[in-house]
């Protein structure tokens, strides 16, 4: 019975490890040797967003967050573009604000160390990019049509920085190749638009498919680099001779 038990944990390690084992081993070694100092971008972002979801809920300042960060499938395309950076760090009014700064220090964070601090803010910008034009072209088709969308939804403010944490952790899934983790989001966020069809759960998908494509983008690159230094060494191992 002990063997049995002890195969079954060693198989449940074995699977865990290939799941995670990449990821931990870059993480948790940076973490444990520079602690808070290895995620200011994560801390800024967290700082920002608690800041914007304090004045945002007070009378003097919604109007002002409303109109630096609120982006809506109504407004002028070049408004929405102008709002969308800000945009990733105002947090819904309506949902616990504790889980959100959670969620952002943890995906930001663990996208920062793994990515680098310039490719999770483009990762992010183009997830939650993707939300943005999501709503403005299905709002511009009409419910009537496949991807279409209601003209009220137009009015309604975007995701914020959950389209956002959700790019960040299917990126970060793909690229350490945890796909049972990418696959269980990707799964999460169409049960979640199954259950409460809305805005926010469609422009999470919208946000899941950008990031894929980036995704995609990313290993043609690294196996079309990986094949040109093959070429480049030769079959022998060193450089062609050249005449």
């Not at 865990?16 to 602690?35: F, S």
């Not at 200011?40 to 960060?69: E, K, M, N, T």
């Not at 220090?105 to 160390?113: P, R, T, Y």
């Amino acid at each position: 019975m002990s063997t049995r038990s002890s195969d079954r944990d060693s198989a449940l390690v074995r699977l865990v490890r290939a799941e995670w084992g990449r990821l931990y081993d870059t993480v948790c070694p940076v973490v444990a040797r520079e602690r808070f100092r290895a995620v200011p971008l994560a801390l800024a972002s967290v700082g920002l967003s608690a800041l914007l979801h304090f004045v945002h809920g007070r009378s003097w300042g919604y109007g002002f967050v409303q109109d630096v960060g609120a982006v809506r499938a109504d407004d002028p395309l070049w408004l929405a573009l102008l709002r969308t950076p800000l945009s990733l760090f105002v947090p819904a009014l309506d949902l616990p604000v504790w889980g959100g700064l959670l969620q952002i220090l943890v995906v930001f964070g663990i996208a920062e160390i793994t990515l680098g601090r310039r490719r999770t803010l483009a990762v992010a910008y183009v997830a939650t990019l993707a939300g943005t034009l999501y709503a403005c072209v299905g709002v511009a088709l009409g419910p009537d049509m496949f991807f279409g969308l209601p003209a009220s939804d137009g009015r309604i403010v975007d995701t914020g920085p959950s389209a956002a944490a959700v790019g960040l952790a299917v990126f970060v899934g793909c690229r350490y190749r945890a796909y049972v983790t990418t696959a269980a989001v990707v799964v999460a966020m169409v049960v979640e638009l199954l259950l409460k069809d809305n805005l926010a759960g469609r422009e999470h998908l919208a946000a899941i498919a950008a990031v894929l494509v980036l995704c995609a983008v990313s290993k043609w690159r690294q196996r079309r680099s990986a094949v040109c230094t093959d070429a480049s060494v030769g079959p022998s191992g060193a450089p062609p001779i050249q005449s």
